[in-house]
Nanobody
Framework: VQLQASGGGLVQPGGSLRLACTAS????????MSWFRQAPGTGREWQGR????????????IYEEAMKGRFTISRDNAKNTVYLQMDSLTPDDTAVYYC?????RGQGTLVTVSS
């Protein structure tokens, strides 16, 4: 059972980035998938991570209110992959981004928003 996030990197303020998280070892298509993030220096406990969004197996999604309109979650069940499209990024979005489901959590991918 594994989740592998990718797509992080350095982006300028106002830019966009799409993260991907590929699952293996379980029936991805039946699990809700979520994205979280944790800003640098905010501790190592999982509880310190901020929830961003969750997408259900049928594609319906919910978002943390502050993320609505800038972040879009999607999934491709055929590819066992969940995505997070991030637009209009600001330095406050700098964080390690994690995907997760009820079975496991990924390692995270670092997004740095800076000029």
């Amino acid at each position: 059972v594994q989740l592998q996030a990718s797509g992080g990197g350095l982006v300028q303020p106002g830019g966009s980035l799409r993260l991907a998280c590929t699952a293996s070892g379980f029936a991805f298509e039946v699990y809700p998938m979520s994205w979280f993030r944790q800003a640098p220096g905010t501790g190592r406990e999982w509880q310190g991570r901020d929830w961003i969004s969750t997408i259900n197996p049928d594609g319906s999604a919910i978002y943390e209110e502050a993320m609505k309109g800038r972040f879009t979650i999607s999934r491709d069940n055929a590819k066992n992959t969940v995505y997070l499209q991030m637009d209009s990024l600001t330095p406050d979005d700098t964080a390690v981004y994690y995907c997760a489901c009820s079975l496991t959590r990924g390692q995270g991918t670092l997004v740095t928003v800076s000029s």
